[in-house]
């Protein structure tokens, strides 16, 4: 009887613990935690009575089959609430002196010590919904009395996971999760996100440096308040820092006939980067009342927001917005970039396919359906397309002809640039080969006489090397050889340090470049907060100038041979470039000339 008594209390705890649990991860309101506490209890006081009354099986079973109903009930009824993320971290901040726009009246926040003014949720455009969607940004709408700033926008609409999966995800990947009842509610997402964050030095400021930053995501997911690249630590440096939402996935990118027929400007397939293109004349004629320099503009991103990044630079649309860019882990610059864009044919073909699939025979069609009913489109339509208007050509195109936007360039890349994108796609003895011939096809032996596997780990790095050097690294190595040729000064880094939390991955570098390693992190230890700090002087030296160099920094040289990187490791210094030799064949299987 003891026994099954122990068995009985141990079961039920880790039930109890479980759901818990479960309750954490997936953000749910307070109410839910006290109301399981309740209805356990309540299940112990039953089946207490249950058994020393009655003592039938069937009211045992029942008895626990009516717990786990209510625990269940109790996870939905409490899901958490879908809430504005604030612009601080700090409860009741202290809010700003009023700022005086074109379009109206705007006070923001200050960060906790007072030394940053934050101002989000800006809008830069209208609302590109119902009749908008698919169109080239508008104008803003002015508005009345003063809009307090201190709340993000929503998020761009984009598939959405649920809670417990983003919390898994931020254990599994970031190793980082936090306990905290301040983030019990889900981050909204519309299609209603055309809106930019600004963060400035506090008080009164002018002629201040500023710099623009696009998020990445595969132009398909992302947000504009990611703390790895959150502007605090920079705006302490003397440095304005903004970042927008943009269109993605089918919203920013889907093209159609029938919409380039309707726009004066024959485009269609580029919303998201006209989106991106409006922020920057948004700037332009706004930042002086922030104190910024609308002459001393650098444009920054990373991943896909770097790939935006690197098609800006020869677009049209964009010249004179910026005059200075830093690319991290992402160009255009290849013969036949390998990600994030497709020439106008393909993005039209997939257009018809996208109202096919829906049964639509027209745009306006398309345009009532919901926002919820196309989200799914995003795996399809996430692609820069060359639409004669905001693209007129590759960016390998245009640079060959002389080309560009920028003065200077500051771009590089991570050491496992693939590890986040192989998690289910490694590689072993067994098939490394067969990958290897199909994706390289005629220059496959040449790939593997460079890199030949005699054992699984050897097959799954090899594996690894290559695939981030197609994306990655292969696109790097391009764009500087077009700055070279094109006489632009181009400073290259590899970043390789590990820590405990993202290491070197694609977008480890982000905390470290933003100054935003958090002060009590036991993942980071003393090199990886003073290299943040190097790797945060070296931007804003070259944020404020075009030249990262400065009193007390190693020296990082141009990279004029395209062979020359400063790496960020335990030691940084300027180290050679390492893939020649798989460059040499990229080039070949690129036809770059």
Known sequence: MIVKKIIFVIFSAFIFAFMLVVLELNKNILLGFILAAVFTAGFYFLHHLIVKRKNKWYLKIGAWVGWLAV????????????????????????????????????????????????FTGIPYA???????????????????????????????????????????????????????????????????????NIWKPAGDVSNLPVMVYIHGGSLRTGQPWYKDYNGESLAKEGVIVVN?????????YFADEELAAESENGTTGNYGMLDQIKALEWVGDNIKSFGGNPDN??????????????????????????????????TMAPVNPPHSFRQLEEALDAGKKTKAKFGCESVEELRKLTA???????YTHHHITVDGYALTETPYQSYKKGIHNESAILHGYNAEESAAFIIFDHAN??????????????????????????????????W?????????DYP??????????????????????????????????????????????????????????????????????????????????????????????????????PKHELFDILDKMDGWK
């Open 71 to 118: 625990l269940a009930g109790v996870l939905f009824i409490t899901w958490p609430p879908v809430q504005a993320v604030p612009a601080v971290s700090v409860k009741n901040p202290e809010t700003t002196e009023i700022i005086s726009l074109s379009n109206g009246d705007l006070q923001g926040v200050y960060n906790e010590d007072k030394s940053v003014e934050v």
């Open 126 to 196: 209208k609302p590109p919904v119902g009749e908008l969607r698919w169109k080239e940004p508008q104008d803003p709408d002015n508005w009345d009395g003063v809009l307090v700033a201190d709340h993000f926008a929503p998020m761009s609409m984009q598939p959405q996971n649920l809670p417990i999966y983003n919390s898994l995800a931020q254990i599994i990947a970031y190793h980082d999760y936090q306990i905290t009842p301040d983030d019990n509610y889900v981050e909204p997402v519309s299609e209603d996100s055309l809106y930019l």
């Open 244 to 252: 927008m939402g943009y269109r993605l996935g089918v919203y920013g």
């Open 297 to 330: 503009v650098t444009l920054s991103g990373e991943s896909a927001g770097s790939a935006s990044v690197s098609a800006l630079c020869t677009s049209p649309l964009a010249k004179g917005l910026f005059q200075r860019v830093i690319l991290e882990s992402s």
């Open 372 to 378: 919820e009913q196309l989200v799914n489109e995003s």
């Open 429 to 462: 003895l067994q098939n490394y080969e067969n990958k290897i011939r199909s994706y390289f096809g005629d220059y496959a032996d040449d790939i593997l006489e460079l890199y030949p596997a005699s054992d699984d780990d050897e097959a799954d790095k090899n």
């Open 464 to 472: 690894a090397v290559v695939y981030g050097a197609v994306f990655f």
């Open 476 to 577: 790097h190595y391009c764009l500087n050889r077009l700055a070279n040729k094109n006489k632009i000064p181009v400073y290259e880094y590899l970043f390789s340090k590990t820590n405990g939390r993202l290491g070197n991955w694609h977008s480890g570098e982000e905390v470290y470049c933003y100054g935003n390693i958090p002060e009590n992190s036991a993942l980071y230890d003393e090199r990886d907060r003073e290299l943040s700090g190097e790797m945060l002087t070296y931007m804003k030296n070259f944020i404020i100038s075009g030249n990262p160099n400065g009193d007390g920094l190693t020296e990082w040289k141009q990279n004029t041979g395209s062979d020359l990187l400063m790496s960020f490791d335990n030691e940084t210094k300027m180290t050679d470039e």
